[in-house]
């Protein structure tokens, strides 16, 4: 449910830092709209008594309940952008179900809803189930997981394209390097020293022409004060940086 929502603000955010994402029945502000679709005289009462229970369970305790409540549009692929998504959803039926939430049709557009906002995603896809509640993970485990494998091939046949926009860790410093390639740049993202951050240590960054796989640079020497040309080499999830005569004088882990 928040997870989701969290997820969803989160990628919006720090978008270089999500290469994909797998939600499980998350929560989605339309949710409302499928108790006053269904029954437009009671269904007001019934929200503002929903509503109403979930403040008082809380008892001041739940901080996230504001945010569940405002009912904003959830971010989608125009604020997080061409990810590889999965959404997973619960449409099974409710014996005698004593809302309008739980009720036959309204199981069934809340699987609607959820395909309608993961369709926003062009590599979006959707997985119902009618065998599990709100908990998937804990009565389908098995779904769950096979889901989020597949989640990963995917991402990891993208990272294949030898991106190397992102964030990178120094391999043997506590560093953090950013690597902007709108911007054809990295400089500092975190280090110790806090007045390193958002140093430029690489500049003019441009794909070595006829590889996919090496990329030409200038570094900051500062031993001798300048920028120095560079080359950039990443094979599977390491990134490494060579002077012009092939001496190494960075490694980056992904």
Same mark, same amino acid.
């Given at each position: 449910?928040?997870?989701?929502?969290?997820?969803?603000?989160?990628?919006?955010?720090? *978008?270089?830092? %999500? /290469?994909?994402? &797998?939600?499980?029945?998350? +929560?989605?502000?339309?949710?409302?709209?499928?108790?006053?679709? !269904?029954?437009?005289?009671?269904?007001?009462?019934?929200?503002?008594?929903?509503?109403?229970?979930?403040?008082?369970?809380?008892?001041?305790?739940?901080?996230?309940?504001?945010?569940?409540?405002?009912?904003?549009?959830?971010?989608?692929?125009?604020?997080?952008?061409?990810?590889?998504?999965?959404?997973?959803?619960?449409?099974?039926?409710?014996?005698?179900?004593?809302?309008?939430?739980?009720?036959?049709?309204?199981?069934?557009?809340?699987?609607?809803?959820?395909?309608?906002?993961?369709?926003?995603?062009?590599?979006?896809?959707?997985?119902?189930?009618?065998?599990?509640?709100?908990?998937?993970?804990?009565?389908? *485990?098995?779904? %769950? /997981?096979?889901? &989020?494998?597949?989640?990963? +091939?995917?991402?990891?046949?993208?990272?294949?394209?030898?991106? !190397?926009?992102?964030?990178?860790?120094?391999?043997?410093?506590?560093?953090?390097?950013?690597?902007?390639?709108?911007?054809?740049?990295?400089?500092?993202?975190?280090?110790?020293?806090?007045?390193?951050?958002?140093?430029?240590?690489?500049?003019?960054?441009?794909?070595?022409?006829?590889?996919?796989?090496?990329?030409?640079?200038?570094?900051?020497?500062?031993?001798?004060?300048?920028?120095?040309?560079?080359?950039?080499?990443?094979?599977?999830?390491?990134?490494?940086?060579?002077?012009?005569?092939?001496?190494?004088?960075?490694?980056?882990?992904?």
């Amino acid at each position: 449910s928040l997870g989701g929502a969290t997820a969803r603000n989160y990628a919006s955010t720090f *978008p270089d830092d %999500v /290469l994909g994402m &797998l939600l499980v029945d998350p +929560e989605n502000p339309r949710d409302i709209e499928i108790i006053n679709e !269904i029954d437009p005289i009671n269904g007001p009462n019934e929200i503002a008594a929903i509503k109403k229970n979930d403040y008082e369970l809380s008892d001041g305790r739940w901080c996230f309940l504001d945010a569940i409540w405002s009912k904003k549009t959830a971010k989608d692929h125009d604020d997080i952008g061409d990810i590889p998504v999965t959404l997973i959803a619960t449409t099974m039926k409710h014996n005698n179900p004593q809302m309008i939430f739980n009720s036959d049709v309204g199981r069934k557009r809340w699987g609607e809803i959820q395909q309608d906002w993961v369709k926003t995603f062009p590599q979006g896809e959707f997985i119902a189930t009618s065998k599990s509640g709100h908990y998937i993970q804990q009565s389908e *485990p098995q779904l %769950v /997981l096979n889901e &989020l494998s597949k989640l990963i +091939e995917r991402v990891e046949r993208q990272t294949k394209d030898f991106d !190397i926009s992102g964030r990178w860790i120094h391999s043997t410093k506590p560093v953090i390097i950013q690597f902007n390639m709108e911007s054809n740049e990295a400089f500092v993202f975190r280090h110790d020293e806090a007045n390193s951050d958002g140093l430029n240590i690489i500049k003019n960054i441009t794909q070595h022409k006829g590889t996919d796989s090496q990329w030409n640079g200038e570094m900051f020497d500062g031993y001798q004060g300048k920028y120095v040309n560079v080359n950039i080499l990443k094979s599977n999830n390491e990134l490494t940086v060579f002077t012009e005569d092939g001496t190494e004088v960075l490694k980056l882990l992904r």
